[in-house]
């Protein structure tokens, strides 16, 4: 069983940086689309940037021009720069990964809390 662990969460500073890592098991064969998450206290998992098999990536508004994602070339581990965190940053950031069948696989989350 594939298993994507995430790390480099924990507390900053507002308009500090984190870099989010995940790392995969194994390289997953057909992965067309990796990407981030993140989920705050009493309210939906959110997209926050993918990154697809052609190296495209996607953001959303609210981490533009503030978040990076990229990826090895193997397609086996992404990574997330965040700089000029704010306080609703604050979130657990999970991972994913999608096959071209559209089977997802998921990381277990790491907490990125932004409290002065």
């Known amino acids: 069983q594939v298993q994507l662990v995430e790390s480099g969460g924990g507390l900053v500073q507002p308009g500090g940086s984190l870099r989010l890592s995940c790392i995969a098991s194994?390289?997953?064969?057909?992965?067309?689309?990796m990407g981030w998450y993140r989920q705050a206290p009493g309210r939906q998992r959110e997209m926050i940037a993918t990154?697809?098999?052609?190296?495209?990536?996607n953001y959303a508004d609210s981490v533009k021009g503030r978040f990076t994602v990229s990826r090895d070339n193997t397609m086996r581990d992404l990574f997330l720069q965040m700089d000029g965190l704010k306080p609703e940053d604050t979130a657990v950031y999970y991972c994913?990964?999608?096959?071209?069948?559209?089977?997802?696989?998921w990381g277990q989350g790491t907490q990125v809390t932004v409290s002065s």
């Open positions: 994913m990964q999608k096959t071209v069948w559209g089977y997802e696989y």
């Open positions: 990154i697809n098999s052609e190296g495209a990536a």
């Open positions: 194994k390289i997953i064969l057909k992965i067309n689309l």
